[in-house]
């Protein structure tokens, strides 16, 4: 066992013995700033959406007519303090967010700075016009009703905040409602009289409604189901929501094809009666998976839109209040993915893959109109944001060259980037356009991929050569910088190793998103069965078989589920895997916490042999079950505040390698979460990941 440190100077110059003449480092290719959570101002013509700059998080803004961005707030440390939960006061003259904490998993405020004392998770005030802003209370998820009144969530429950517009004093925050169980979704009428939420208890939830005028509380057709996404209709007076209904022996990490079908349902809110509108049919689609958006459900026109996965593609489809047929609105092979809808309720924004697999486009379409595609080309779009005015679309855009940032739209005329220009240590000159490809897996399922061949590629020279695989696994790998922080960095990494003279497959392996239903609930994916490692040993064997890769070098890395298949490479491949990489893999699902007891406890004698039967086959789907044949080396990263894979799953498997002698090396983060917070903590993992494959499969240096 070796413990890294290297010094900044040996991986320098490892990288001038093993670079091209145009060769840049870690540094450079994630030196760009990173835009995500664009929101629209509710009116006029203005957005604001979040950049992430070597780890300094800031709140930038742009507003017509000239649309030219100012950055809002000045955060000037790489400190891991995440910003979200962006609102805009009705007028659009200041936004409120949140800052700190864990906005993925909540829980215990994470401290990856080592700062000593913990990070408060705080609500904070900023103006449109640039004024500086103002911390004012602990908190997340604040949400301002068109008349002015802010409430937010705090340890689950829901308080309000008074004097948030007060240019001085301290705003007065107030507990407004204690309720049993753990608040959510908070979402004021158009007309600010009343609040809807979710309240989640155990194995069900129930949408509640709070009344301004008489402080009163009532939930709506209350059931034994999951009631989630509350939906407003324009005049105030009805709620639309979505009913899942509750499994208690539902698996996790396996295949859910079908189900008890879903159903939306619409109460009356002074009433509280409810009745459906939808029920999913048996079958594909009856098990709902939704879109990336603020919510589920939109009104529109006299009925509701929302995503569907009848035909085995998740699309938009559309309902009559009074029910009858859902029609589809986004025909076509792909799926549809970010929804945005215009402030006039008519018109739908979406980010979809139909026509070119591999990227993102956005289209639009209403009630009254086919699909018409608003971006094209070889570049990557998404989050669109319709300003209110509906002068100008807004939306977050990608290259193979370019890092996420913000660009308008005005009309149907040419987009413009809102973002200033990055760093001139940024290489774009110097990255690579990725390929598309196509892949056999070793039961012959076609797999898409992303290939990274070198920049200094010649004919017949053999690289070394690395394949990487995505975690989620709902994720999808795309022909340029991803729209997630995460993916974005690898990326960056996976085009440095091509700088440096690999040759890199990126692997949209089976359980991702993005091909369909069946590809994404794919047969014994996961913890029933690894189905996946056909898609690993198909993409080792296609590089094994390229005339310009050298066959003994061939490493493979990957975080998350990425790091799952990556031990599951080494367990049971090592003759075809020099090396590997695992960031935060799972390396025993029947050890997660939970597996046994996540949908309660039974003294069913039926039930207690099902649930060990699924734990047995989630052992032999780990790469623990096949450590005893994994012979080579690893890289084992980790934070130990991971939220997502617990850090007992590196322990368990270093202390097995270590048993067995097999050569392991560790990167540790203490205080870190899955998703690093710190930009630091990405670039000395992946300096590491890059020192490690250079030693484990380059030829040695030349001595001068």
Known sequence: MLNLRLSTLALLLAAEVYGTGNSFRIEDVMSAPFASGLVAAPSGAAAAWIENEQGRRNIWIASGPDWKAHRATNFD???????????????????????????????????????????????????ATGEAPLKLVIGHAPQISSTGTVVFLRGGQIYSLANVDAKSGKPDATLLLEQKGEQSGLRWSPDGTRLAFVSERAGHSFIAIYSVADKSLSYLDPSVDHDSEPAWSSDSTQLAFLRIPSQGREAFFSEHRSGPPWSIRVADVKTGKGREVFRAHNGPGSVFSGVEARQQIFWSGDGLVFPWERTGWKHLYSIALNGGQARELTPGTGEVEHVSQSADRKTFYYSTNIGDMDRRHIFRVSLNSSPQAVTSGEGIEWEPAPAADNSALVYLCSSYNQRAHAAVRLGNGQPR????????????????????????????????????????????????????????????????????????????????????????????????????????????????????????????????????????????????????????????????????????????????????????????????????????????????????????????????????????????????????????????????????????????????????????????????
Request: glycine residues 10%; charged residues 25%; proline residues 6%.
């Open 417 to 704: 980037d809102l973002d200033p220009a990055g760093p001139a240590s940024f290489p774009k000159s110097a990255l690579v356009k990725p390929q598309p490809v196509l892949i056999t897996a070793a039961d012959g399922l076609q797999i898409h991929g992303q290939l990274f061949l070198p920049a200094d590629h010649t004919e017949g020279e053999k690289h070394p050569a690395l394949i990487f695989f995505h975690g989620g696994s709902r994720r999808q790998m795309l022909l340029g910088f991803h729209y997630m922080f995460y993916y974005s960095n690898a990326y960056s990494l996976n085009e440095y190793f091509a700088n440096h003279g690999y040759v890199v497959l990126s692997v949209n392996y089976r359980s991702g998103i993005g091909y369909g239903l069946n590809f994404r609930e794919a047969i014994d994916y996961g913890a029933h069965g690894a189905s996946e490692f056909n898609d690993v040993i198909g993409a080792g064997l296609y590089l094994k078989s390229r005339a310009d890769v050298d066959p003994g070098r061939i490493g493979v890395w990957g975080g998350s589920y990425g790091g799952y298949l990556t031990a599951m490479a080494l367990s049971r491949a090592s003759d075809l895997f020099a090396a590997g990489v695992d960031f935060h893999g799972v390396h025993d699902w029947s050890a997660l916490r939970g597996y046994l007891t996540r949908t309660g406890e039974s003294a069913d004698p039926e039930e207690l042999h099902d649930r060990q039967e699924a734990a047995r086959i989630a052992f032999e789907s780990s790469p623990m079950a096949s450590v005893d044949t994994w012979r080579s080396p690893v890289l084992l990263i980790h934070g130990d505040d991971d939220r997502n894979v617990e850090f007992s799953q590196t322990l368990m498997l270093a202390e097995a390698l270590r048993k067995r002698n097999v050569p392991f090396e560790q990167l540790i983060f203490p205080n870190e979460i899955h998703d690093f917070l710190l930009y630091r903590h990405w670039v000395e993992a992946y300096q590491h990941t890059a020192d490690f494959f250079d030693r484990k499969l380059k030829p040695p240096a030349p001595e001068n």
């Open 77 to 127: 440390r790489d400190d891991g303090q995440e910003i979200d939960d962006l609102a805009w006061s009705p007028d659009s003259r200041y936004l409120l967010f949140a800052r700190g904490g864990d906005f993925e998993n909540g829980g215990e405020n994470p401290n990856p700075d080592l700062s000593l004392r913990k990070p408060e998770q705080e609500i904070w005030r900023v103006d």
